[in-house]
């Protein structure tokens, strides 16, 4: 399994797998549709890459490897590993975390056409706010929650009861409710799973406005 690693990370970082390198190979054996191994084989090397091609492109490989990967290798320290370790599971972490919270504020904030500030610190500790809109000294809180598509409903009603107490401290200090924003990666983008809170704190702004 080792050797293969290292084969399969020095193929993709060198690009020797790229169409302009091995052809269109998916697209390939469609249009071949072998019946075995051996007329995929034959096909490939008539039509798509000739085997002396390939065997080069192999040559380059272990090149790459001997002359780039290894002393690369020979340079990595403990410490090294200890950091980059640490740096994945703390610092990318929490840098993904605060851009998915980054987004989905700003695509709240475009929806309801209204200035969405940044809480306290202090605000977090003692409410479990993240966000507030400012409504004729009022203020609707925002909690944001990023979560991944295993995420149970049931979760989200545990989460509330928890944190009913502290929303409840923040709307008789301020005036206004606390509301949970989940949010979803889908396809790469960062969309807001329960839209149905955005009536509910359209509602609430109106309420506020009237009041």
Not at 78 to 96: A, K, M, P, S
Not at 186 to 197: A, P, Q, S, T, W
């Amino acid at each position: 399994m080792g050797k293969e690693w290292i084969l399969n990370s020095a193929t993709n970082r060198f690009q020797y797998n790229f169409k302009r390198n091995v052809g269109a190979t998916s697209e390939s054996i469609r249009k071949c549709s072998p019946k075995s191994l051996e007329e995929w084989r034959d096909y490939y090397f008539s039509n798509i890459r000739p085997i002396e091609h390939i065997e080069e492109l192999g040559r380059k490989l272990y090149f790459k490897i001997t002359e780039h990967i290894k002393p690369e290798l020979d340079t990595i320290s403990e410490q090294d590993c200890i950091d980059y370790i640490t740096n994945l599971v703390i610092n990318r972490t929490f840098d993904g975390y605060m851009t998915e919270i980054s987004t989905i504020y700003s695509q709240l904030e475009n929806i309801l056409e209204v200035k969405i500030e940044q809480a306290p610190d202090e605000w977090d500790r003692l409410y479990n706010v993240d966000f507030f809109i400012n409504i004729k000294d009022k203020y609707i809180g925002i909690q944001v929650k990023p979560v991944n598509k295993n995420f149970h409903i049931s979760e989200i009603y545990k989460e509330r009861d928890l944190q009913e107490r502290t929303h409840k401290k923040f709307y008789e200090k301020y005036g206004g409710k606390v509301f949970y924003i989940y949010s979803l990666s889908k396809d790469g983008r960062k969309e807001i799973l329960n839209k149905e809170v955005i009536n509910e704190i359209l509602l609430e702004i109106e309420h506020l406005k009237n009041n």
